[in-house]
């Protein structure tokens, strides 16, 4: 294979020396905050597409909360690859290795796309009996069987979206992911107005709306992907490979994060289907909660790829006591966030659940039983967005998997199960289990972030003065 050409852009050179010499905070502010408005806005997609679906009935609601964690577990995937794969070319550029950088980005859009076909071909025939399998209750197949089908397209590009942002996020370009969204999110309302309260349509309708919007933001994410002929962050077919070298420590670091994700998701399904004893329209109450709760978390998930992309830079070029700078202040940052929103929400949750709850005054009690508690873990899940910011960052996606995998399997389901067989909390169960699930994850997380930093500190910085003195 011919060697690939591969350089910086003066923009691109600027970032790189910013992540690895300026003031360690304002690195973390400057790209964490465009991406956590940008987490905020995805939030906003779910949450208005709740609140539309319930225009159209109550059910409806129930139908896009269920479906949406199958549909979280097959994005599970391409998620990870892009999470996973960003990590190693974030580190790739804080070596300064860009023609690393090149191989990897142009490879990863390949992997994506044949895996996203593939999982087309193997689900899409057999749609109905792939939601039977999954445990969906029939009325929800009936309602949203073919959302779903809609919804696996929009996941197919959206894997190569994933693999962009991630692409844009290594090299700094938070602002441009954000404002692409803008874009994205006003395409995407428009048309949901337009087709839910003028059209009058249903659910695949929404689900088509998405998919225009998602084209979109591929569209701009081909143009960008092309600009500079021997760009580091550019695609080309040429720079394809599959070597050991480029393919294996982004599908090795990839790997856990895909099972995590996907298991996380899966739990959460778990959870969606243990919760139905109470009535399906409890599913749709637990979808606003977490609608809700997403409000305050996905902007601490965008700080925390921030921060994992500025730890991982600065891993690769040995600047080791700015990688523990840069997880302290997304640490403080995520829980000010945790604080703040989440207080928020609880004063003004009567009004939010109104707007859900599709004038069912049922429905309306059940989102606030639910959200009341689940809120209260709003400040450990900050701490542990931090601490996956850190793992991420140094590729310690081994422990990632662990601390999600104890997450719903540990502290979710069993705790579900316990609650609902030995208690007399009935409808609240749901809400308490989400509380419990969420604090106990943050306190596991700040456990792991003490034994990760006292080993890091052993390895690398007393190793680093003692070179220093010598």
Known sequence: MAAVKAKLSGRDARFLERSLNAETWKVV??????????????????????????HISKESVSAVAYLSQLNLLLSAVGGGLAVGAGIQISRAYGEENFALVRKRVSSL?????????????VILPFTNAFLRLAGTPDALIAVGARYFMVE????????????????????????????????????????????VYVLQGDLVMIAVASLVSQTVMFAFALKNSFEGEDGAFSFSLSAVTMDAETTK????????????KALFAFGKTVVNAMSTVYGPTLVGAMGVSNNLGGITTNPQNGFQEGAAAIISQNYGAGRYRRVLEAFHAALVINVIIGAVISGLELWQLEWLARLFDSGSADFHREIVTVYRYEAL???????NAAVLALLYGLGKTRLTLLLNFAR?????????????????????????????SNTASGVLAAIISVLVIRQF???YLRQTEKGEAA
């Open 408 to 436: 719903v399997f540990v502290f979710r389901i069993p705790v579900f199960w316990f609650l609902q067989h030995y208690t007399q909390l009935g409808e609240a169960s749901a809400g308490v289990v989400m509380m419990v």
């Open 152 to 195: 696996m397209l929009v996941m197919v590009v959206k894997f190569l979206n994933d693999v962009y942002i991630a692409v844009e996020r290594s090299r700094g370009n938070s602002g441009r992911i954000m404002t692409l969204n803008f874009l994205v999110i006003g395409i995407k309302l428009s048309l949901t107005v337009l087709f």
């Open 457 to 459: 500190k052993k390895r």
């Open 29 to 54: 502010l400057t790209v964490g905050l465009p991406l956590a408005l940008y987490q905020g806005l995805n939030m906003l997609f779910t949450v208005l597409d709740t609140m539309m679906a319930s």
């Open 249 to 260: 420590p982004m599908i090795t670091q990839s790997v856990p994060v895909v099972a995590e």
């Open 377 to 383: 873990g709003a400040v450990p899940l900050g701490v």
């Open 109 to 121: 859009y390949v992997i994506c796309l044949a895996v996203g076909l593939a999982m087309l071909a």
